[in-house]
């Protein structure tokens, strides 16, 4: 071996990569959303095994043991189970009734997006050309996730019209995905389209109509179904370890570009 | 391949989600870092290795019992890294840095020499930066994850008798961007 050989092998210790990300968690959560996925497009689905089968029927007994409990109404199945790092959706026959519109349920505020920071274990991600955010959040501590949670609002405009169920004209949310998995739930009745999308090679899922969103407890994962509330279009980008949720009364298009134009706020 | 991994695999390969886990995290490190070296993005490094884990679990039926599983895996994490960055339409320059820590087991003879130091290592980093994806990825798998030349060959999808020759192309380029910059 020559000398700039014994340098390169020297080297590969020392090169400074970035912190290798929780790949293998990721992974098989997403092999039990595909493995959902596969199931219900009739397609050849993959072998299920116990352990997996134990998750989804502890899933499910949660779900509708949790909903059940807390509003008697809601007696229904899950039909269908899609996620991405910190979210889960649940197809739902019908909404549980009871549940209205309560914006700013479960928020603090916050003065601003620099002050949040020292609040969350995440870089927030601020859309472009939407100016300063009207209303910077935090969750409050009764629903706060594991790495915390910002909340930015921005007012209605031209473009951002009023949604009746934030009051506001866009609404973000984000989350740690990595440290709160699951933690944005979100209950979508028969006929609203749930559309899974990449968004500027980031992965996506889009609803677009009337469901209930809800927080859950990252940590025990019961579901906090007195924080559900009604909500409206809503896109759930994945951005690395970031979740980000927007909801506003806007369409795919527009939402996409929003979720695309986010940049890592100024450090 | 250890005979533990080689009986994860064939546990994986029956449908055992938990066995593959296993797998991933005996090998995520080494994905992660290989997708970054090409794809420059720690994000697009993440969801690459998180597809070629993907598909490599869809595609473990064609996995060859006995045959090395990393280099396997690597290329599947190569093609997904590449893919990602040409459709974010990056230029392949990439920010390598050293870690600042100097290893403690070999103290400098005093601040001079380690000043020439630090400073040839920056060059040997930058350079490693400016080379091409193929030629990077070349050097990496031989000086930084250590592949013997059969692995180097399964995971660059080429013949043994070319590792040696691309490799020592990539040498001499790497050489001469240190050269060129001197200049």
Known sequence: ?267 | MSSSEASLIARAKRGEVRAYEEIVAGHQATAFRVAWLISGSATDAEEAAQDAFLKAYRALGRFRDGAPFRPWLLRIVANEARNRRVAAGRRERLALRALEERRRDEPAASPEEALLEAEGRGELIAALGRLDERDRLAVAYRYFLDLSEAEMAAALGCRRGTVKSRLSRALARLRTEMEAADD
């Open chain 1, 1 to 267: 071996m020559t000398e700039f050989e014994r340098r390169l092998g020297q080297l590969g210790g020392e090169l400074e990569y970035p912190p290798t990300p929780p790949i293998a968690a990721a992974v098989t959560q997403r092999l039990g959303v595909d493995d959902a996925a596969g199931r219900r497009r009739g397609g050849r689905a993959w072998p299920l095994t116990a352990r997996a089968a134990l998750l989804c029927a502890a899933l499910f007994l949660l779900l509708v043991g949790g909903v059940v409990a807390a509003v008697p109404s809601a007696r229904h199945a899950v039909l269908d189970l899609v996620g991405l790092r910190g979210a889960t959706i649940e197809r739902v026959p019908s909404l549980p009734g009871g549940v209205g519109a309560w914006p700013g349920v479960g928020a603090t505020r916050a003065s601003t997006v620099e002050s949040a920071r020292r609040s969350l274990s995440f870089r927030p991600l601020l859309p472009a050309r939407l100016g300063e955010p009207d209303g910077v959040f935090l969750a409050a501590d009764e629903v706060r996730p594991p790495g915390g949670e910002l909340l930015l609002t921005y007012a209605p405009r031209a473009g951002l019209p009023r949604s009746r169920y934030t009051g506001v004209g866009l609404l973000l949310s984000e989350i740690n995905g990595n440290f709160a998995p699951g933690f944005f739930g979100k209950m979508v009745p028969r006929g609203v389209p749930i559309v899974r999308l990449r968004v500027a090679g980031n992965y996506a899922i889009w609803v677009e109509g009337l469901h209930q969103f809800f927080y859950k407890d990252a940590e025990i994962h019961t579901f906090r179904i007195g924080r559900t509330r009604l909500a409206g279009n809503t896109l759930l980008v994945q951005r690395g370890a970031v979740m980000v949720r927007i909801e506003g009364k806007v369409g795919l298009e527009r939402a996409k570009a929003i979720a695309a134009s986010l940049r890592p706020a100024p450090d």
